[in-house]
């Protein structure tokens, strides 16, 4: 059964998501208690790698902080951080978001080194890997064009990881690897742990609305697609109830009743669409599919995206 909501606001909130500025708690020495365990396979040798030029913000959604541990020595390759629970806020399941935009490739190594992992590969050849991921929104062998804030998966165990945490290196072009990363204006460099920010995805003067916020308590966003510079769609996903949501928002003509749809297609049953002249997005549409792919996508400014049959689970 389909279900679409029949209420949307059409006036701005008085709010605005704030770009929290990075804070640091420096521990020293870094303490190595969910440690990862990346084969020699996985690693290049560290002869002196250099800063990346590409300014990369924290792997979490705005306002979110958590520690990146730069823990030494033994930590698999030498510079790589650990983000780790902070606070009250534990780390496992948190959505894992592009640190900058790129080519991604999407890979498995199973129970062992990374688990389920992503590297992207940025506009002047330096890289970013992402490892030990409990989800990942494409298969391994896949790739997928990235921006800045492009959820790629959540937080996991998988690999040989010890204990629910995200493994995040940043490599120059050769593959050596950053050994002093900066993050959200932070470096973090050897045997240092510090909480970090993020002012990942935080915006400014963009669209007041946020996905989950569409679509509801208990979705998480699983995939999006940009809509040229006029929106991005987005497909959510509620693990406790099974339902999927799709939601529409737009990046111009903000405040202005313009064309902009929304669609979900489980696969075997008729497609849901939510179209209209809408000031902020169109959704939320929502359908139950568990253990069933899903077709999914919208369209915004002339520009529109439509997925494959995907995110079976």
């Known amino acids: 059964m389909s279900v679409i909501s029949a209420f949307r606001t059409r006036t701005i909130k008085h709010w605005a998501l704030a770009a929290v500025a990075a804070v640091a708690l420096v521990a020293a020495p870094a303490s190595s208690a969910t440690a990862s365990s990346v084969t020699a396979s996985s ?14 913000k924290s792997p979490f959604n705005c306002g979110k902080t958590f520690y990146a541990n730069n823990w030494s020595p033994g930590h698999n390759p030498s510079g790589s951080l650990d983000w780790q629970s902070y606070g009250d806020d534990a780390i496992n399941g948190e959505t894992v978001r592009a640190t900058a935009g790129g080519t991604a490739t999407f890979a498995n190594e199973g129970s062992t080194s990374y688990g389920q ?18 989800t990942m929104v494409r298969a391994p062998g896949q790739t997928m064009s990235v921006s800045q804030g492009t959820v790629i998966g959540t937080v996991g165990s998988t690999g040989g990881s010890s204990a629910p945490h995200l493994h995040y290196e940043q490599r120059g072009s050769s593959g050596v690897v950053d050994t002093s990363p900066t993050v959200d204006g932070v470096t973090i460099s050897l045997g240092q742990k510090k909480a970090v920010t993020s002012t990942n995805g935080c915006g400014g003067s963009s669209n007041p609305y946020t996905p ?17 510079t ?25 405040g202005t009743p313009s064309a902009v749809s929304a669609f979900l297609e489980p696969e075997g049953s008729s497609r849901t669409t939510d179209s209209g002249s809408y000031s902020y997005y169109a959704g939320p549409v929502k359908r139950s599919a568990p253990g069933t792919c899903v077709k999914w996508g919208g369209s915004a400014g002339g520009s529109s995206y439509t997925s494959p049959f995907e995110h079976c689970g």
């Open 43 to 56: 690693v290049t040798a560290s002869d002196g790698a250099g800063v990346l030029a590409i300014a990369h």
């Open 230 to 254: 006029a929106g991005r769609t987005y497909l959510l996903y509620n693990s406790g109830t099974g339902y999927n949501c799709v939601v529409t928002l737009k990046s111009t003509s903000l």
């Open 212 to 228: 989950t916020e569409v679509c509801g308590s208990g979705f998480s966003v699983v995939d999006e697609a940009a809509l040229g």
């Open 117 to 134: 992992w992503v590297q992207i590969v940025h506009s002047d050849g330096t890289r970013t890997r992402y490892a030990h991921l409990a």
